[in-house]
């Protein structure tokens, strides 16, 4: 039985009902009665309570990680739902191959990239993971095991792309990966002074690389309020294609009493951040590890938030209503005293997602970060959702530990077609919260920790 299962903003008491996925299966498939209700468990770095199932039993399925079958011709590849992309990247980089889709850390599950329909640096060319999902085995509470695609069960194919991991148990997948020069990239990073300029050069950046991203330093003076650096990126002609072992140099090795990336902090950060990556406008390399997933050479990480850990807001607005909402977002955020310590714009193309209820559409994306200080954190994060919805845009589930149901029935307003094929075994505290609230199912589940 595996203990100490939580999701990566620690916002709620670690889950200890779990059992292994090797288990799970034997269960399902001799049609043995659940005694409660059943949910997957990838590797825990959703941020909010998508991932979590207080009131049922967890299934870790990190222990089905094989890789089954890879085409070096085709670029196809076939593994077990629990294989961290680390591997599978480090599997196909000598063969010159890479996922098509990264989102920020290598350390997801390929369930879980599919169950949450991950994006990355390259939406605008390549939409989401789920994109490029050729099928997968999902196995139910009715003891049969169904085989997905475009053509086969197609309706289970798109509920379960994005779809929290609501319709059964993702046992295999087969993804198409993309053939690059090499694994490292070509990185420029230009400054911009405000949200204005960026606007002005992220068409031009999305038309012309594979990867572009901008971080903002949210704790700017008025003066400055918006400036950035926004990061572009295509894979070198003559790096590297062997994956390096993903290290941690650093770590958090203990919690520390109280959170540690306080506002004289972050002002300091961002500082340094801001003047030691933009120092050189001109082209360069950069090891890949560095470019796409920089956080994850820190171990523990998400402990410099304190005991009470934090909340992720990520929102999409539309085209028509970016350019006047996210200013208002960004401040909105300051001036309720919240420093973002990661704060990241993006823009989304049109490229569209065959999930169901999929995150990313036509956009613009901001993501921000807050420590948990309890009703204060809370009352800002509500009021970011509602700046969101009169824009027109959508709040990430998968990103969320609080949202009520009214943003996300707004967010997605087909939610009763994933309700309609979700697996009557399986649900989340975070589908029990809000479509459970809208369809009157009994909710369960664990307060959010108190704020120290």
């Known amino acids: 039985m595996a203990a100490g299962l939580e999701s990566f903003g620690r916002v709620f008491p670690p889950v200890s009902d779990a059992i292994d996925a090797a288990e799970a299966v034997r269960r399902l498939r001799a049609g043995e009665a659940c005694p409660d209700s059943l949910l997957a468990y990838g590797n825990g770095r959703s941020y909010g309570d998508s991932c979590l199932n207080p009131a049922g039993t967890l299934i870790d399925m990190r222990s089905m990680n094989r890789v089954i079958a890879f085409d070096p011709l085709s670029g196809?590849?076939?593994?077990?739902?629990?294989?961290?992309?680390?591997?599978?990247?480090?599997?196909?980089?000598?063969?010159?191959?890479f996922p098509q889709v990264v989102p920020g850390t290598q350390f997801v599950t390929l369930g879980g990239a599919i169950a949450n329909d991950v994006h990355g640096k390259n939406h605008h060319r390549r939409g989401t993971f789920g994109c490029?999902?050729?099928?997968?085995?999902?196995?139910?509470?009715?003891?049969?095991?169904?085989?997905?695609?475009?053509?086969?069960?197609?309706?289970?194919?798109?509920?379960?792309?994005?779809g929290l991991g609501l319709t059964g148990l993702i046992l295999t997948a087969t993804i198409r990966l993309m053939r690059v020069s090499s694994l490292?990239?070509?990185?420029?990073?230009?400054?911009?002074?405000?949200?204005?300029?960026f606007f002005d050069l992220v068409e031009e950046a999305d038309f012309?690389?594979?990867?572009?991203?901008?971080?903002?330093?949210?704790?700017?003076?008025?003066?400055?309020?918006?400036r950035g650096l926004l990061m572009t990126g295509n894979h070198a002609e003559h790096g590297s294609v062997s994956?390096?072992?993903?290290?941690?140099?650093?770590?958090?090795?203990?919690?520390?009493?109280?959170?540690?990336?306080?506002?004289?902090?972050?002002?300091?950060f961002n500082r340094a951040y801001r003047v030691l990556r933009g120092f050189s406008q001109k082209p360069h390399g950069a090891p890949y590890q560095r470019f796409f997933f920089q956080l994850d050479g820190v171990g523990d990480w998400n402990r410099l938030y304190g005991p009470s850990g934090l909340f992720q807001?990520?929102?999409?607005?539309?085209?028509?209503?970016?350019?006047?909402?996210?200013?208002?977002?960004?401040?909105?955020?300051?001036?309720?005293?919240?420093?973002?310590?990661?704060?990241?714009?993006?823009?989304?193309?049109?490229?569209r997602s065959p999930g169901l209820i999929s995150f990313p559409r036509a956009g613009y994306t901001l993501t921000l970060d807050f420590p948990n200080r309890g009703a204060k954190t809370l009352a800002v994060l509500k009021e970011l959702d509602a700046l969101t919805i009169e824009a027109g845009g959508a709040v990430n589930p998968y990103k969320d530990a609080r949202m009520d149901a009214e943003t996300f029935a707004a967010s997605f307003p087909n939610w009763r077609d994933l309700e309609a094929l979700r697996d009557p075994a399986f649900i989340s505290r975070f589908w029990q919260r809000t479509a459970g609230e809208?369809?009157?199912?009994?909710?369960?589940?664990?307060?959010?920790?108190?704020a120290e």
Not at 136 to 162: M, V, W
């Open 132 to 162: 490029h999902v050729e099928a997968f085995t999902l196995l139910r509470s009715d003891g049969k095991t169904y085989r997905c695609s475009p053509d086969t069960n197609p309706q289970l194919y798109s509920a379960t792309i994005g």
């Open 438 to 450: 809208m369809f009157g199912h009994a909710t369960h589940g664990t307060e959010v920790r108190a």
């Open 184 to 197: 490292d990239v070509l990185e420029r990073v230009v400054p911009f002074r405000d949200l204005g300029e």
């Open 243 to 268: 994956a390096t072992r993903p290290g941690q140099s650093l770590s958090v090795p203990f919690q520390p009493p109280v959170n540690l990336l306080n506002r004289p902090v972050l002002k300091v």
């Open 76 to 97: 196809l590849i076939e593994a077990e739902a629990g294989a961290l992309l680390s591997d599978i990247i480090a599997f196909v980089a000598p063969h010159g191959f």
């Open 208 to 226: 012309a690389n594979e990867y572009a991203v901008a971080w903002i330093d949210q704790l700017a003076r008025m003066r400055s309020a918006g």
């Open 313 to 351: 807001h990520q929102s999409v607005l539309p085209e028509e209503s970016a350019r006047d909402a996210i200013p208002e977002l960004l401040a909105t955020a300051k001036k309720a005293g919240q420093g973002s310590f990661l704060t990241v714009l993006k823009r989304f193309g049109s490229v």
